[in-house]
């Protein structure tokens, strides 16, 4: 299943950047339509700041929504509650972030497929000479996940175990957008 990231406050936006249009339609609706071409009814979104708004705009696209209550506590926390609403049907967890607008369902795909099927596996985007979301986590690293706390993020996994971890290329995943700035230079086309 996939578990998208939506529940951060956009502070450094200063408004609901999911919200915000890029292409003429809202920018969660970008990862969204990426993740409904790899797991169609099978999307989880994190929610936490902006909940209803956030909610409502992703409706038709999620099969769940999840309230992450300590959503202010950071990012480790919502991947903690996404793991624990999904853990039970799944035997791998695709992590991604809703502020990622240029992943493609063929990206995702591609992670995907790069998976074996073995519960030890972990398959990450690479880019910019680092290792990032999305990611797929198969389930031996359940447990670690829904330990996660603060705006820690799953970083750490990554690092810890590099025997077990396997990247696919992808640059583009490199853009996410942070500040009104990142929006605009991306929707110009200076994505540099």
């Not at 339609?25 to 979104?45: E, M, V």
């Not at 909940?51 to 409502?56: F, G, Q, W």
């Not at 799953?154 to 696919?168: D, E, Q, W």
């Given at each position: 299943c996939i578990v998208m990231l939506a529940a951060g406050r956009s502070e450094r936006f200063g408004s609901a950047k999911l919200l915000a249009e890029y292409r003429g339609?809202?920018?969660?609706?970008?990862?969204?339509?990426?993740?409904?071409?790899?797991?169609?009814?099978?999307?989880?979104?994190?929610v936490g700041h902006n909940?209803?708004?956030?909610?409502?705009a992703a409706a038709g696209f999620v099969a769940t929504v999840i309230r992450n209550e300590a959503y202010a506590t950071g990012t480790g926390s919502s991947i903690a509650c996404g793991v624990r609403a999904c853990r039970q049907h799944a035997d791998a967890i695709l992590i991604m972030l809703a502020d990622q607008p240029l992943v493609s369902s063929a990206h995702l795909a591609q992670l995907v497929d790069s998976w074996t099927g073995a519960p030890d596996e972990i398959i990450a985007s690479r880019f910019s000479g680092t290792n990032g979301p999305p990611v797929l986590f198969a389930s031996a690293f359940f447990d670690e996940l829904e330990q996660l706390r603060g705006d820690v993020?799953?970083?750490?996994?990554?690092?810890?175990?590099?025997?077990?971890?396997?990247?696919?290329e992808f640059e583009a995943a490199s853009i996410d957008i942070d500040t009104p700035e990142d929006l605009g230079a991306l929707a110009s086309g200076n994505d540099a």
């Open positions: 339609k809202p920018l969660l609706h970008h990862a969204l339509s990426a993740a409904q071409g790899t797991c169609p009814g099978d999307i989880h979104l994190v909940a209803e708004a956030i909610s409502d993020g799953a970083r750490a996994i990554l690092r810890n175990n590099p025997n077990r971890l396997r990247t696919v």
